[in-house]
């Protein structure tokens, strides 16, 4: 059986791995199994750009049903069925971290905890786990300075007071970064890697600072707005390369800034729990490429900074 028309086609590979997972991975009946061959073949002849992978979608799918049981244990035996990582990240997690790398790679297959940041400008920890088990019966335990972790997760549309920005969803980890950014009243901050913007959102929830939210990517710009607008927190939003010459890109007026975040963009070989897909959208030649873009930027933002200023190195990568 050639394969090629699916090697030319990445979106009904893609829907094919996704068809093959949820049949490989629960022992349903076999009326479920028949919706999801149905279904797949469906999306895949709805679309034209697909649709003449039809034949091929339909005959993988059932050839694995009639093979499933001689298929599992030896696919489960390879590299990839054991870990679910491509086989160059478990080989190179197994160079960098010989004793570690399983304990690693584990923790990337594992289900993460719903951490919540309070919002001290709004509430307390005390006031707000309150609120979660006395009016809405939430479990939950204080785990940082401002984290609560959640017994049970929710949507996001279920965590209470959320719209009022009293909480915002981010991990433990990540909400070390604005305490040790260090900040306090009246200080010109500057965020030079924003992202998603939850680390920006927290920094004006410990202070009043002058803050200054940098990004390359508009998108993401979008969502710092209104990670701010929600808790009604006031920022800078610039769009430019942190990497660019010593005036960031023609963005930055010269003034120097007290304390600088570089959330630099890295792996995230530390957050596959959070973002699952990100192991197989990175290429093996990522790692290199982001290595070279870093010092760039670290070296952009060392001329931003005031002589006796702080700098801040944040990485998602292990």
Known sequence: MSYSILEKNSLAFSLLCVALCLLADVDDPAHKNFTVVNQEVTAVNSNPQMAHARGMVNAVLRRFLRERETL???????????????????????????????????????????????????TSIADYLQILLARHDIAARQIGIDAIHLDSALSVAQIPSFK?????????????????LAVHDSMQVLNACTASGCKTSHIPEIADVELTALDNNAKRLQHITQNLQRPQL??????????????????????????????????????????????????????????TLSPKILDNLWQMLRPDGKLLLVTCSV
């Open 234 to 291: 006031q920022a800078q939003i610039l769009q430019g390369d942190a990497s660019t010459g010593s005036a960031g890109g023609g963005l930055w007026d010269g003034l120097p800034f007290d304390n600088i975040l570089a959330d630099v963009p890295y792996a995230a070989s530390s957050i596959v729990h959070r973002h699952q897909d990100i192991r197989w959208l990175r290429r093996k030649t990522d790692t290199e490429q982001l290595a």
């Open 164 to 180: 009022d920005g009293l909480a915002s969803v981010q991990d433990a980890g990540a909400q070390l970064t604005a305490p040790l």
């Open 72 to 122: 599992m244990p030896s696919a489960v035996k390879t590299p990839l069925g054991m870990w679910n990582y491509p086989v160059w990240w478990t080989n190179r997690m197994k160079a960098a971290y010989p004793q570690q790398w399983q304990t690693i790679i584990t923790a990337g297959n594992a289900t993460p905890p719903l951490t919540l940041r309070v919002n001290r400008r709004k």
